[in-house]
């Protein structure tokens, strides 16, 4: 049992962290960003270790996305925050607006498609289809989750009970075990989002 876990060191930690930014995430709070930076670090080198060639890019894209999502919602953007206000407010939640639903949904398609044929082309991936998909969906959720678009739950629930399935065939127990939480988490968390999107507007 003590080699298991010290087998698994490094996926116990990010296991960890994990379920830190799972709150976070569930309480919009924008310190979420800074365990989206801790969790990647410790992701790719396991991802990579286990032959997740696509997961592991990812979590640079991660890093990446984390310090723009922090930008954008600790200062908000000239669509939604009067210029006057930009330095006092956080970025609010919203639906996604019915105008950027088709581009996204092609844009998924696209990138699933052209991640599958790196993976297929370049890596000895075993798993190409799902690992192409949960990373092409990953990457359209975290934009979402940037904009601080509500719906991004119900993206992340689906790349979640994918990653279950998929973490569990590849040896990742803890991760697995993390992503099932975050199956169930995804849709309260989507619940949860509604209602703070409410109270936001009720606030002078």
Not at 159 to 167: A, R
């Amino acid at each position: 049992m003590q080699e298991f876990f010290i087998g698994h060191g490094l996926e116990i930690f990010g296991f960890i962290v994990g379920l830190i930014y799972l709150y976070l995430e569930w309480k919009a709070s924008i310190y979420l960003w800074i365990a989206s930076i801790i969790m990647p670090s410790i992701s790719l080198c396991l991802y990579f270790n286990k032959g997740l060639y696509a997961d592991c890019a990812m979590n640079i894209y991660y890093v990446a996305i984390a310090i723009y999502g922090w930008i954008v919602w600790k200062y908000g953007n000239h669509d939604r925050i009067e210029k006057e206000k930009q330095t006092k407010k956080e970025l609010p939640i919203i639906h996604t607006p019915r105008k950027l639903i088709l581009p996204l949904v092609c844009a998924s398609l696209l990138l699933w498609v052209g991640i599958w044929w790196l993976l297929v082309t370049f890596t000895p991936s075993n798993v190409p289809i799902a690992d192409a998909f949960t990373t092409a969906l990953s990457i359209i959720a975290y934009w979402m989750l940037a904009r601080k678009h509500a719906e991004q739950w119900l993206v992340w629930l689906v790349v979640d009970l994918v990653c279950c399935f998929l973490y569990t065939y590849k040896g990742i127990p803890f991760y697995a075990v993390l992503y099932s939480f975050y199956t169930i988490i995804a849709w309260f968390g989507y619940r949860k989002w509604l209602k703070l999107m409410k109270e936001q507007i009720n606030t002078p």
